[in-house]
């Protein structure tokens, strides 16, 4: 079944929330404004996730693993690459980890 516009949102918008809680927990600069959520390290480098409705995905930008983009099932437990089924959350983790030498629950 389809996501519908209004579920992806809701889905969406919670998602974006935990991971600025997450993100601000584990000492980033967390700016989170409409659908877009900005991650900025120390070095000025930026990771930038943000919800496209009409695609009804989440686009990730991080200065690691590139630029992705991201589909869930109708329950937005998990968020799955549309090349090759990476999980969001993981490749979100890890490229933190990369940048701050730090694990970060998300």
């Not at 967390?30 to 900005?38: I, K, R, S």
């Not at 937005?76 to 933190?96: P, Q």
Request: aromatic content about 6%; proline content about 2%; overall charge negative.
């Amino acid at each position: 079944m389809a996501l519908d516009e209004s579920r992806f949102l809701t889905l969406a918008q919670h998602l974006l929330s935990r991971l600025s809680d997450a993100a601000e927990a584990a000492g980033l600069d967390a700016e989170l404004q409409g659908n877009v959520l900005t991650l900025e390290l120390e070095d000025g480098r930026q990771f930038v996730i943000n919800s496209n409705a009409p695609m009804r995905q989440i686009w990730l930008s991080s200065p690691f693993s590139g630029a992705s983009h991201y589909e869930t099932a109708d329950d937005g437990k998990s968020w799955r690459s549309t090349r090759g089924g990476a999980d969001l959350l993981e490749t979100l983790a890890a490229d933190i980890e990369k940048a701050t030498g730090e694990v970060v629950k998300l």
